[in-house]
Antibody, heavy 116, light 107 residues
Framework: EVQLVGSGGGLVQPGESLRLSCVASGFTFTTYWMSWVRQAPGQGLEWVANIKQDGSEKNYVDSVKGRFTISRDNAKNSLYLQMDSLTAEDTALYYC?????????WGQGMLVTVSS | EIVLTQSPGTLSLSPGERATLSCRASQSVSSNLVWYQQKPGQAPRLLIYDASSRDTGIPDRFSGSGSGTDFTLTISRLEPEDFAVYYCQQYGSLSWTFGQGTKVEIK
């Protein structure tokens, strides 16, 4: 059974940082691009970032460039999203997903709330 | 950035009826389009990729068509479990974008 189990969400103040983690199982993690997709409360979906199998290529949506960093540890089947300089506009449910451009397996989502 | 516009915003239909959902891209994405289904409180589920290929385990009442800028998701006969929000997503350009969604609700 495919599982993408996330951790690290929570409530932070504007300007603060947060790191999301996701552990994958049930599929060959090292052969997949991986991505983060977010969904603001009651809103649609937004692709945030993706990373190639070996970590050599990373892409970001313009709104997070320079603030968010995607990374992975293939030895631990883990995906990460370091989020710095958070703003209220970053408040969303963050999904860890398999795939670089089409998204097959989805985690349960981690809620990130940015509020003072 | 490629903008995807989905229509209608809401589709009110009865079980057994046919649903036709539209997704229009602001510029050509070739056949690089995916459809997802999302139910309340759940993560999205991939239904159709490459505009017309059903993912593994997806019932054949779901079909996708189109290329370039105009795409359609058709549900031939709505089952009770099909009432949900449907999103299209393009991967024809480097920045992947989603449509705003179409809600299929029970009439």
């Amino acid at each position: 059974e495919v599982q993408l189990v996330g951790s690290g969400g929570g409530l932070v103040q504007p300007g603060e940082s947060l790191r999301l983690s996701c552990v994958a199982s049930g599929f060959t993690f090292t052969t997949y691009w991986m991505s983060w997709v977010r969904q603001a409360p009651g809103q649609g979906l937004e692709w945030v970032a993706n990373i190639k199998q070996d970590g050599s290529e990373k892409n970001y949506v313009d709104s997070v460039k320079g603030r968010f960093t995607i990374s992975r540890d293939n030895a631990k089947n883990s995906l990460y999203l370091q989020m710095d300089s958070l703003t209220a506009e970053d408040t969303a449910l963050y999904y860890c997903v398999s795939g670089g451009f089409r998204f097959h397996y989805w985690g349960q989502g981690m809620l990130v709330t940015v509020s003072s | 950035e490629i903008v995807l516009t989905q229509s209608p915003g809401t589709l009110s239909l009865s079980p057994g009826e046919r649903a036709t959902l539209s997704c229009r891209a602001s510029q050509s994405v070739s056949s690089n389009l995916v459809w997802y289904q999302q139910k309340p409180g759940q993560a999205p589920r991939l239904l159709i990729y490459d505009a017309s290929s059903r993912d593994t385990g997806i019932p054949d009442r779901f079909s996708g068509s189109g290329s370039g800028t105009d795409f359609t998701l058709t549900i031939s006969r709505l089952e009770p479990e099909d009432f949900a929000v449907y999103y299209c997503q393009q991967y024809g350009s480097l920045s992947w974008t989603f449509g705003q969604g179409t809600k299929v609700e029970i009439k």
